[in-house]
Nanobody
Framework: EVQLQASGGGLVQAGGSLRLACVAS????????VGWFREVPGKEREGVSA????????YYSDSVKGRFTISFNNAKNTAFLQMNSLEPDDTAVYYC????????????????????WGQGTQVTVSS
C-alpha cells in the first residue's frame, strides 16, 4: 500500500521554526514532484511549496517565499519543509502530496493536480 507520512508539526511561538517531513512508503518519489499544502477551517486548501525531484527545482507561494525552504533527501525518500520566521497566519494543517510527472510547473501548487495526499500534521503558531 502506498502511503505518505507527514510529521513535524507542533506548537511554536511567532518567529520560531519547524521542520516538516514527508516519508513515502510503497513509492519512490523519483519522477514525481512533491508539494506541501495547508488548510484552515473555512478556507480552501492552498499550495505553499513544491519540489520537482528530477532536477530539484523549487516553487513557493508568495506568502511563504523567503521563509520556507523545501528539500528532498533521496537516500531517505523524504521531502522536508523547513519553516522559519513563522507567523500566526501560518497556522494550519499541513499536507504533503505527490504530483505525477507530465504536468508543467505552474500546476504544482494547485490541489487539483495532486495524485496522492498524505495525512495532515497540525502547525500552530502563537502570537
Amino acid at each position: 500500500e502506498v502511503q505518505l507520512q507527514a510529521s513535524g508539526g507542533g506548537l511554536v511561538q511567532a518567529g520560531g521554526s519547524l521542520r516538516l517531513a514527508c516519508v513515502a512508503s510503497g513509492l519512490t518519489f523519483d519522477g514525481y514532484s512533491v508539494g506541501w499544502f495547508r488548510e484552515v477551517p473555512g478556507k480552501e486548501r492552498e499550495g505553499v511549496s513544491a519540489i520537482r525531484i528530477s532536477d530539484t527545482s523549487t516553487y513557493y507561494s508568495d506568502s511563504v517565499k523567503g521563509r520556507f525552504t523545501i528539500s528532498f533527501n533521496n537516500a531517505k525518500n523524504t521531502a522536508f519543509l523547513q519553516m522559519n520566521s513563522l507567523e500566526p497566519d501560518d497556522t494550519a494543517v499541513y499536507y504533503c502530496a505527490t504530483i505525477p510527472p507530465g504536468y508543467y510547473s505552474g500546476t504544482y501548487l494547485s490541489p487539483a493536480f495532486v495524485e496522492r495526499w498524505g495525512q495532515g500534521t497540525q502547525v500552530t503558531v502563537s502570537s
